[in-house]
């Protein structure tokens, strides 16, 4: 027969273990709404990449906004308010703005690589045997460091290397030129470069966006009698729209602001340097950091019209 | 479930942990170094890669002659962008060797002053470059000869007996090696842009004027016919016009140049007295490597200018200012022996290939006063023109090989116009 006094005790023993349980309820994760959860899941998740967002890229594109608007040499502890002057000089002379013209060869090349990996990518994903490796292959030369394949294609341009080696076999001997000399061929031989590194990116992208294209569309079509063009001319391609836009985008902006291949195989001289290049050039070169940071400002608003522009035709033809 | 929670937990933590530590880590191990457990650590920062060797005998030696110091060596490949970049902030090591964009104004923002000249001259020389109104910022590591790295036997096989004394007969010596050698006469090394600025040295031995380089910062003729920079500019020009150089610049190769070079399949190169001693190690019959100025007799001598390499200096936010000091004192006394540059040190001798002959005047430019200095770095950053960089000298290459759209004169004109604009751009 348990005594009041150990009936009170025990009451009083549950009664604070509830209690305790109820404080650990009320501030415990779990005692949130659903609602909260979600946001606080949401922000605990995006904190890390929208910090490396902020300091890596938000801050040093604001400080770079700053110094366009100074004429600093990139070491000086003083910087001097020269309000336009780097913009108005930018403007004054055409020169500065010549390089855009090299970019047009990666512009072209751009269009190219895309029309090529979709075209890829739909040879890989239907109906192909041993898709996984192709597409490792494709893939693999985006993994490699730029420095890696600027060096391998130096030697493959080199005369008497390589490609003229390779074109001599297949009688074709009558080509071989200074590749890289030749300002007729030397941005084209960088643009390729360029394609080559990155179209193995493209192909991998486009091909998991035409995996997700529902088989019974296909199915039905090909019952209906479309042959293979037709398939992806009125199913695929519409099907990728997203991905294709994303891509087009991307590689846009990257033929504009071309850098790493020239920079590394050419340093940009004998006709091809890009406008990126020549804008490190006067930042660490001639010591002109507040003129480079007003290229670096033109750069983005070049590439904001350029992607608004293609925004509007897909928009359009959608 | 409550293990891989806590698991989980942990696995994130340290993650976060590690990515945060990048972050910070450089700038505590800095500024620490002086306050590290036992004595005190010397951080020493060099362009130079490839001495790792030469600097462990360095560290070992400084070592055990300043017991309680550690020394640590850090070497950097792209110095002067790289460089810059840390001198943002505190930490750019103790010991450093100065950058050459630094201009005179700016030595007392960065770097702790050494000593005031009149303590300094007797010892030490080439201090010019490091010279603020009396107050020196660094020590030369030493210095080195502008002019021409040939290979004698390649001259002697072409017939040439005399070296060159005026540009004509520099293009001769070059039509000569390429018509009775297999021998390219010039290698211009066109991909190594560094090595193209040395034609934009010449200028005080092509005309004789000491004051030269001082005088060109306000010279708005500087780029056009008869000024000694056009004339050095046009010896690589007519040179690469008429083939008298390698046959596809663009895929030059500088380790590979070296090795020709000593092997006697090249038979000049633009580069300084420093890269003697580099071909002659890679040479099967070294007293072959010789130099010589650039084309120009003055007074019946030919003139060669030595000039200091990289001055090093001590940070002006190091905690071990004093043994920094000490540092840099003993790195100019033993490095110019082991990088094959003149040394800076008051009596030391010199080397053979410039103590030889007696038609060789050895000069050193004019020190420029500070405002020179300033109105000189104005002038190349309004003009977009650096002349310690060879990236606008490879136009002239490719001119020369006919891809440019411009002619060799053209180029010269507009570049003169930039000149003066920068010119002007300084009021004068």
Same mark, same amino acid.
């Given at each position: 027969?348990?005594?009041?006094?150990?009936?009170?005790?025990?009451?009083?023993?549950?009664?604070?273990?509830?209690?305790?349980?109820?404080?650990?309820?009320?501030?415990?994760?779990?005692?949130?709404?659903?609602?909260?959860?979600?946001?606080?899941?949401?922000?605990?998740?995006?904190?890390?990449?929208?910090?490396?967002?902020?300091?890596?890229?938000?801050?040093?594109?604001?400080?770079?906004?700053?110094?366009?608007?100074?004429?600093?040499?990139?070491?000086?502890?003083?910087?001097?308010?020269?309000?336009?002057?780097?913009?108005?000089?930018?403007?004054?002379?055409?020169?500065?703005?010549?390089?855009?013209?090299?970019?047009?060869?990666?512009?072209?090349?751009?269009?190219?690589?895309?029309?090529?990996?979709?075209?890829?990518?739909?040879?890989?994903?239907?109906?192909?045997?041993?898709?996984?490796?192709?597409?490792?292959?494709?893939?693999?030369?985006?993994?490699? #460091?730029?420095?890696?394949? +600027?060096?391998?294609?130096? %030697?493959?341009? $080199?005369?008497? &290397? /390589?490609?003229?080696?390779? =074109? #001599?076999?297949?009688?074709? +001997?009558?080509?071989?030129? %200074?590749?890289? $000399?030749?300002? &007729? /061929?030397?941005?084209?031989? =960088?643009?390729?470069?360029?394609?080559?590194?990155?179209?193995?990116?493209?192909?991998?992208?486009?091909?998991?966006?035409?995996?997700?294209?529902?088989?019974?569309?296909?199915?039905?079509?090909?019952?209906?009698?479309?042959?293979?063009?037709?398939?992806?001319?009125?199913?695929?391609?519409?099907?990728?729209?997203?991905?294709?836009?994303?891509?087009?985008?991307?590689?846009?902006?990257?033929?504009?602001?071309?850098?790493?291949?020239?920079?590394?195989?050419?340093?940009?001289?004998?006709?091809?340097?890009?406008?990126?290049?020549?804008?490190?050039?006067?930042?660490?070169?001639?010591?002109?950091?507040?003129?480079?940071?007003?290229?670096?400002?033109?750069?983005?608003?070049?590439?904001?019209?350029?992607?608004?522009?293609?925004?509007?035709?897909?928009?359009?033809?959608? | 479930?409550?293990?891989?929670?806590?698991?989980?937990?942990?696995?994130?933590?340290?993650?976060?942990?590690?990515?945060?530590?990048?972050?910070?880590?450089?700038?505590?191990?800095?500024?620490?170094?002086?306050?590290?457990?036992?004595?005190?650590?010397?951080?020493?920062?060099?362009?130079?890669?490839?001495?790792?060797?030469?600097?462990?005998?360095?560290?070992?030696?400084?070592?055990?002659?300043?017991?309680?110091?550690?020394?640590?060596?850090?070497?950097?490949?792209?110095?002067?962008?790289?460089?810059?970049?840390?001198?943002?902030?505190?930490?750019?090591?103790?010991?450093?060797?100065?950058?050459?964009?630094?201009?005179?104004?700016?030595?007392?923002?960065?770097?702790?002053?050494?000593?005031?000249?009149?303590?300094?001259?007797?010892?030490?020389?080439?201090?010019?470059?490091?010279?603020?109104?009396?107050?020196?910022?660094?020590?030369?590591?030493?210095?080195?000869?502008?002019?021409?790295?040939?290979?004698?036997?390649?001259?002697?096989?072409?017939?040439?007996?005399?070296?060159?004394?005026?540009?004509?007969?520099?293009?001769?010596?070059?039509?000569?090696?390429?018509?009775?050698?297999?021998?390219?006469?010039?290698?211009?090394?066109?991909?190594?842009?560094?090595?193209?600025?040395?034609?934009?040295?010449?200028?005080?031995?092509?005309?004789?004027?000491?004051?030269?380089?001082?005088?060109?910062?306000?010279?708005?003729?500087?780029?056009?016919?008869?000024?000694?920079?056009?004339?050095?500019?046009?010896?690589?020009?007519?040179?690469?016009?008429?083939?008298?150089?390698?046959?596809?610049?663009?895929?030059?190769?500088?380790?590979?140049?070296?090795?020709?070079?000593?092997?006697?399949?090249?038979?000049?190169?633009?580069?300084?007295?420093?890269?003697?001693?580099?071909?002659?190690?890679?040479?099967?019959?070294?007293?072959?490597?010789?130099?010589?100025?650039?084309?120009?007799?003055?007074?019946?001598?030919?003139?060669?200018?030595?000039?200091?390499?990289?001055?090093?200096?001590?940070?002006?936010?190091?905690?071990?200012?004093?043994?920094?000091?000490?540092?840099?004192?003993?790195?100019?006394?033993?490095?110019?022996?082991?990088?094959?540059?003149?040394?800076?040190?008051?009596?030391?001798?010199?080397?053979?290939?410039?103590?030889?002959?007696?038609?060789?005047?050895?000069?050193?430019?004019?020190?420029?006063?500070?405002?020179?200095?300033?109105?000189?770095?104005?002038?190349?950053?309004?003009?977009?023109?650096?002349?310690?960089?060879?990236?606008?000298?490879?136009?002239?290459?490719?001119?020369?090989?006919?891809?440019?759209?411009?002619?060799?004169?053209?180029?010269?004109?507009?570049?003169?116009?930039?000149?003066?604009?920068?010119?002007?751009?300084?009021?004068?």
């Amino acid at each position: 027969m348990r005594t009041n006094a150990e009936k009170v005790a025990t009451n009083n023993t549950t009664q604070i273990a509830t209690s305790t349980q109820n404080i650990k309820k009320k501030f415990g994760f779990s005692s949130l709404p659903y609602k909260k959860q979600k946001i606080v899941i949401s922000i605990v998740f995006l904190f890390i990449p929208v910090l490396l967002l902020t300091v890596l890229t938000y801050i040093p594109a604001i400080s770079m906004f700053g110094y366009s608007f100074t004429d600093w040499d990139g070491i000086s502890k003083t910087k001097n308010f020269i309000g336009l002057k780097n913009y108005q000089t930018m403007f004054s002379d055409i020169k500065y703005f010549q390089p855009l013209f090299v970019s047009i060869y990666y512009l072209i090349a751009t269009f190219i690589q895309i029309g090529l990996a979709i075209i890829i990518a739909y040879l890989v994903s239907f109906g192909c045997k041993a898709s996984g490796i192709f597409k490792g292959v494709y893939f693999f030369p985006s993994l490699v #460091n730029s420095v890696a394949i +600027g060096f391998v294609f130096l %030697l493959f341009f $080199q005369p008497g &290397s /390589t490609l003229d080696a390779v =074109l #001599n076999m297949l009688g074709l +001997g009558g080509f071989t030129k %200074l590749w890289l $000399q030749d300002t &007729s /061929t030397n941005n084209i031989s =960088l643009a390729f470069v360029s394609v080559w590194r990155y179209i193995g990116y493209n192909i991998v992208m486009f091909a998991a966006a035409m995996a997700s294209i529902s088989s019974d569309v296909l199915e039905a079509a090909r019952v209906d009698g479309a042959n293979k063009f037709q398939q992806l001319r009125h199913i695929i391609l519409p099907g990728i729209s997203t991905i294709l836009g994303l891509q087009l985008f991307l590689s846009l902006t990257g033929a504009l602001s071309a850098f790493e291949v020239p920079y590394i195989m050419t340093q940009g001289s004998n006709g091809s340097m890009t406008f990126l290049i020549q804008t490190v050039n006067y930042a660490f070169v001639n010591h002109r950091v507040g003129l480079a940071s007003a290229m670096g400002i033109v750069l983005l608003l070049l590439c904001i019209i350029i992607t608004s522009a293609q925004k509007l035709v897909m928009n359009k033809k959608g | 479930m409550k293990v891989r929670k806590q698991l989980a937990l942990l696995l994130a933590g340290v993650l976060t942990f590690g990515s945060l530590t990048g972050c910070g880590g450089n700038a505590n191990n800095g500024s620490t170094g002086g306050d590290s457990k036992s004595g005190k650590t010397l951080t020493v920062i060099t362009h130079r890669t490839d001495m790792d060797a030469t600097f462990a005998k360095y560290k070992a030696e400084f070592e055990s002659s300043h017991p309680g110091t550690k020394v640590k060596f850090e070497s950097i490949t792209n110095y002067q962008q790289d460089m810059n970049t840390r001198m943002s902030t505190e930490d750019y090591g103790d010991v450093l060797m100065i950058p050459g964009n630094i201009t005179k104004n700016q030595f007392k923002d960065f770097f702790e002053p050494m000593g005031k000249i009149d303590e300094l001259k007797d010892k030490y020389g080439f201090l010019d470059n490091v010279n603020v109104d009396g107050t020196i910022y660094g020590l030369s590591t030493g210095a080195n000869a502008f002019g021409f790295v040939y290979n004698e036997k390649v001259l002697k096989d072409a017939g040439i007996e005399k070296l060159p004394t005026t540009p004509e007969e520099f293009q001769a010596m070059l039509k000569a090696i390429k018509e009775k050698t297999s021998a390219t006469p010039l290698y211009t090394n066109y991909v190594a842009d560094w090595c193209l600025n040395n034609y934009c040295l010449q200028q005080i031995e092509l005309s004789g004027d000491v004051d030269y380089m001082n005088k060109m910062v306000y010279n708005k003729h500087e780029f056009e016919k008869g000024s000694a920079t056009y004339t050095s500019l046009k010896m690589l020009n007519d040179a690469v016009a008429n083939k008298y150089v390698e046959a596809d610049p663009m895929t030059s190769d500088w380790e590979g140049s070296k090795q020709a070079m000593a092997d006697g399949k090249i038979g000049v190169m633009c580069l300084g007295s420093w890269a003697v001693g580099q071909m002659q190690a890679l040479s099967k019959a070294p007293e072959n490597i010789k130099f010589m100025g650039a084309p120009a007799i003055h007074d019946g001598k030919q003139y060669v200018q030595i000039s200091s390499d990289y001055t090093m200096g001590v940070n002006i936010h190091s905690k071990n200012k004093d043994i920094a000091k000490e540092f840099v004192k003993y790195f100019v006394e033993k490095y110019p022996a082991d990088s094959n540059m003149i040394s800076s040190i008051a009596g030391a001798k010199l080397p053979d290939y410039l103590a030889g002959s007696s038609n060789l005047e050895l000069v050193q430019a004019k020190m420029g006063s500070s405002q020179g200095d300033i109105d000189k770095d104005k002038v190349q950053k309004e003009s977009l023109i650096n002349i310690n960089d060879g990236k606008w000298v490879k136009t002239i290459i490719e001119i020369g090989l006919g891809n440019g759209k411009q002619t060799f004169d053209d180029y010269m004109a507009s570049l003169n116009k930039s000149w003066t604009a920068g010119i002007e751009s300084i009021g004068k």
